[in-house]
């Protein structure tokens, strides 16, 4: 049995329009619409621009009907971002809405900076591809019949044919030697489907591993036997999420937690992160300083005197009345709970919970959708308001 092949290399980003631009790799019929908005197209060019690694694409060796065609397995939000990029334009979202029919066959590509995919397109590059193979037929042509379809696409950043020819972006050619119906199958199912994502922590570490004694503050062990349930499971509590919230609450006050970051949480941890490890102080944080380290062995102690350090909550609701009051009072204002007061504690913490719940207004959507602002700030405010009451 021949063995499959793989090559490995890169080309020039003007050889990859090029490609793209004469139809030399194609993409195939179960790929997904295009996701990625503007912002991640400036972040792509800003990341060949400063030489930044940027993931090379799979292309794929397949033979149809007598012809040999290049599939794009994997890469494709890049490549249509380098193509918008180069014709400076962007397709509008109200003009190119997708069907239901494109929803429900939407594959889940892995080939993005971010989960945070807001916006879905019912657009791929092959729209440009029916106007021309050249630039300026392209443009033209949307010009004079598509004009109210696109917007420009500006950046800080020229990128001209000198920007392309002076940066690169790998690939891996994948041939197939049989069966290539189910190898390319198989594959794209590994890349997209099968895959493992790396989870919001694996992501984090890659921003602070290499930050001395970070990881002990941004992920204690102290917190790793505090979980909740989730479906047949349980998933440790988010740290970064509570510190991130409480560093900026301590700041800035109520109003402004993760304010214009609703949708884009994971982008404001990223943001509170690279505040803390740059001390920066200009940040909507609170300065770091290495007094909240040493601080832990005092949570460390509050957990275990309290019984908290193994608990399993029902829900993100619950283990946020327990858990911002608890960690904002010993972390940032250097407070220790009244032990002989536990059992009050607890009872108004119960009692609260139980409120945001069953609320007869709210409690439905609350319970639905934690993650609201509104609700999760109203989260903070409680849970502080109640320990603040039990303080030594």
């Keep these: 049995m021949s063995k499959n092949k793989v090559y490995y ?12 631009l004469s139809k030399n790799i194609v993409l195939p019929e179960y790929q997904r619409l295009f996701v990625w908005d503007k912002n991640k197209v400036a972040k792509l060019i800003d990341s060949f621009s400063k030489d930044c690694f940027v993931p090379p694409v799979t292309i794929g060796s397949y033979k149809k009907d007598g012809k040999q065609l290049n599939l794009i397995i994997d890469g494709q939000q890049r490549l249509t971002s380098l193509l918008l990029a180069y014709l400076s334009i962007y397709p509008k979202e109200d003009c190119f809405k997708p069907t239901s029919k494109d929803i429900d066959s939407f594959a889940d590509e892995n080939d993005d900076f971010s989960d945070d995919e807001t916006s879905i397109l019912g657009w791929t590059f092959n729209e440009l591809l029916k106007k021309g193979n050249k630039k300026e037929t392209i443009k033209n042509t949307i010009e004079n019949t598509e004009k109210e379809n696109y917007c420009d696409l500006d950046f800080d950043i020229t990128v001209d044919d000198e920007f392309l020819e002076n940066h690169y972006l790998g690939f891996c050619y994948l041939i197939p030697q049989e069966n290539q119906q189910q190898y390319f ?30 990881n002990d503050f941004f992920d204690p062990a102290c917190i790793h036997g505090i979980t909740i349930k989730k479906d047949d499971g349980v998933e440790r509590i988010d740290f970064v999420r509570y510190l991130a919230l409480l560093f900026q609450y301590n700041k800035n006050g109520y109003d402004s937690v993760a304010k214009n970051y609703g949708r884009k949480l994971e982008e404001y941890y990223e943001k509170f992160i690279d505040a803390m490890i740059n001390q920066n102080n200009d940040s909507d944080f609170t300065a770091y300083d290495d007094i909240y380290k040493n601080r832990l062995q005092t949570f460390d102690a509050e957990l275990k005197t309290f019984e908290l350090d193994k608990k399993v909550f029902p829900s993100i609701i619950d283990a946020d009345i327990y858990m911002f009051g608890l960690i904002y009072f010993i972390l940032l204002k250097n407070k220790q709970l009244d032990e002989t007061k536990k059992e009050n504690l607890f009872n108004d913490l119960n009692t609260k919970i139980n409120e945001l719940k069953e609320n007869p207004s709210t409690g439905y959507l609350h319970k639905k959708t934690p993650s609201a602002l509104k609700y999760l700030r109203q989260r903070i405010f409680e849970s502080i308001n109640i320990y603040g009451k039990y303080l030594k």
């Design 9 to 20: 290399g890169e080309y020039t980003l003007k050889h990859w329009i090029d490609l793209i």
């Design 185 to 214: 199958s198989s594959v794209f199912r590994d890349i997209n489907a099968e895959g493992k994502k790396l989870t919001a922590l694996e992501t984090r570490k890659s921003l602070y591993f290499l930050a001395d004694g970070f």
